[in-house]
């Protein structure tokens, strides 16, 4: 059964900074594209950034130069490091996982707020 689990998420300043995690569990790991999304309520989710089985990456216009994603195969880990956090960025975040047959399996999301 695959299980993702995200975590890092918190209360942070604008300008600051946090990581989030992803733990992986029950699939292969390294051979599968990972995405981190997030949501506000009463909007839908948004894709934020994109990381390929081989690295390669991709992220929306509104965080480039401030997120990276990055992916420990070995720990089945995907990450989010965002810099430079605005209040915009407040949501929940989660992290996907896109398997065999375009499954996707998604975590339960980290509260991510930003605020003075």
């Known amino acids: 059964q695959v299980q993702l689990v995200e975590s890092g998420g918190g209360l942070v300043q604008p300008g600051g900074s946090l990581r989030l995690s992803c733990a992986a569990s029950g699939i292969i790991f390294s051979i599968y594209p990972m995405y981190w999304y997030r949501q506000v309520p009463g909007n839908q989710r948004e894709l934020v950034a994109v990381?390929?089985?081989?690295?390669?990456?991709n992220y929306a216009d509104s965080v480039k130069g401030r997120f990276t994603i990055s992916r420990d195969n070995a720990k089945s880990m995907v990450y989010l490091q965002m810099n430079s956090l605005k209040l915009e960025d407040t949501a929940v975040y989660y992290c996907k996982l896109r398997g065999a047959f375009s499954n996707d399996y998604w975590g339960q999301g980290t509260q991510v707020t930003v605020s003075s």
């Open positions: 990381i390929s089985s081989g690295g390669s990456t």
